[in-house]
């Protein structure tokens, strides 16, 4: 008789995400990013008012994920090409998207990742991972 040794696979914690640009980061990756705010009181009614300061930013790092932003992945085309010093290089073409890498830590961020689905591919080598 023999066994089978069942090797049951953990939960994915890296997505590979693909948006058509970078300006569409701010969209996609919404929950993401912040916003700074300031709160003022009306000294006379007591009133508080808040308002946003500064530009909303990316937050690549809490203790729920990372991101990595790959940017533009460029590939070889097969063409070699020269430089003004007679060195050879291989030609460089860019592939379509914008690519983000987010790293799971935990699950309290698996629901706002799982839900980007639209934008996530699947590369069987990618350009570039987490150490």
Same mark, same amino acid.
């Given at each position: &008789?023999? !066994? !089978? #040794?069942?090797?049951?696979?953990?939960? %994915?914690? *890296?997505?590979?995400?693909? &948006?058509?640009? !970078?300006?569409?980061?701010?969209?996609?990756?919404?929950?993401?990013?912040? %916003? *700074? =705010?300031?709160? =003022?009181? *009306?000294?006379? =009614?007591?009133? !508080?008012?808040?308002?946003?300061?500064?530009?909303?930013?990316? +937050? %690549?790092?809490?203790?729920?994920?990372?991101?990595?932003? +790959?940017?533009?992945?460029?590939?070889?085309?097969?063409?070699? #090409?020269?430089?003004? *010093?007679?060195?050879?290089?291989?030609?460089?073409?860019? %592939?379509?998207? /914008?690519?983000?890498?987010?790293? #799971?830590?935990?699950?309290?961020?698996?629901?706002?990742?799982?839900? @980007?689905?639209?934008?996530?591919?699947?590369?069987?080598?990618?350009?570039?991972? /987490? @150490?």
């Amino acid at each position: &008789m023999s !066994e !089978e #040794l069942l090797v049951e696979e953990g939960p %994915q914690i *890296d997505f590979y995400i693909q &948006m058509p640009s !970078e300006a569409d980061m701010p969209t996609v990756l919404a929950d993401f990013y912040k %916003q *700074d =705010t300031e709160t =003022t009181v *009306d000294p006379d =009614t007591g009133e !508080e008012t808040t308002t946003n300061v500064g530009d909303p930013y990316l +937050v %690549q790092h809490t203790h729920h994920y990372a991101i990595d932003v +790959v940017g533009t992945i460029y590939k070889a085309t097969g063409n070699m #090409l020269t430089d003004p *010093d007679g060195n050879e290089y291989p030609e460089m073409a860019a %592939q379509p998207g /914008w690519h983000v890498n987010i790293r #799971l830590i935990g699950d309290k961020a698996r629901p706002v990742v799982e839900a @980007l689905a639209d934008y996530t591919v699947n590369p069987v080598t990618p350009e570039r991972v /987490w @150490l």
